[in-house]
């Protein structure tokens, strides 16, 4: 399976951003929902709806399946090195976890799903969250030195 390894890296994001609107598009026909994580993460706990767990597994197990589906079929570990502190990690992800309750969704679900359906209130938290990511990367990089 080494057409999967010869791609160009601009071709292996442009494959996954298709899988990720087919992906997000099969969920809104099949159950109706959107596609965003952090409410599909969220709906899993135990304040989420018992009856509404089984395909937010589903999805969730789909995810995980698709990075192990690529391993082995190209027989390289997926793995994202970060190269961060723990604390810092750790820190990066309350943030978010707090600015995704804050925007009443995530990147995904806005991003994807919500440019995708034409919601003003999702372009405005895509300009919000992509504003924020470019004032931490100039903050880290130009500032922070890191």
């Not at 789909?62 to 970060?82: F, N, R, Y």
């Not at 009443?104 to 440019?115: A, D, K, N, Q, R």
Request: glycine fraction near 20%; charged fraction near 10%; charge should be positive.
């Amino acid at each position: 399976m080494d057409i999967l390894i010869d791609y160009p890296a601009w071709g292996r994001g442009l494959a996954g951003g298709v899988m990720i609107g087919v992906s997000a598009l099969l969920l809104m026909a099949s159950q109706g929902k959107i596609a965003g994580i952090s409410g599909v993460v969220g709906g899993l706990l135990p304040a989420g709806q018992a009856d509404q767990r089984g395909w937010r597994l589903r999805f969730l197990l789909g995810l995980l399946g698709g990075a192990l589906l690529v391993q082995w079929m190209t027989g390289q570990p997926v793995t994202t090195a970060i190269p961060a502190p723990l604390g810092l990690m750790v820190l990066a992800g309350l943030v978010v976890g707090v600015g995704t309750r804050m925007g009443s969704g995530c990147t995904s679900g806005h991003g994807v799903c919500g440019l995708g359906r034409r919601s003003p209130r999702s372009l405005v938290a895509v300009m919000v969250f992509m504003g924020v990511a470019v004032a931490t990367v100039f903050v880290m990089r130009h500032v922070v030195g890191a």
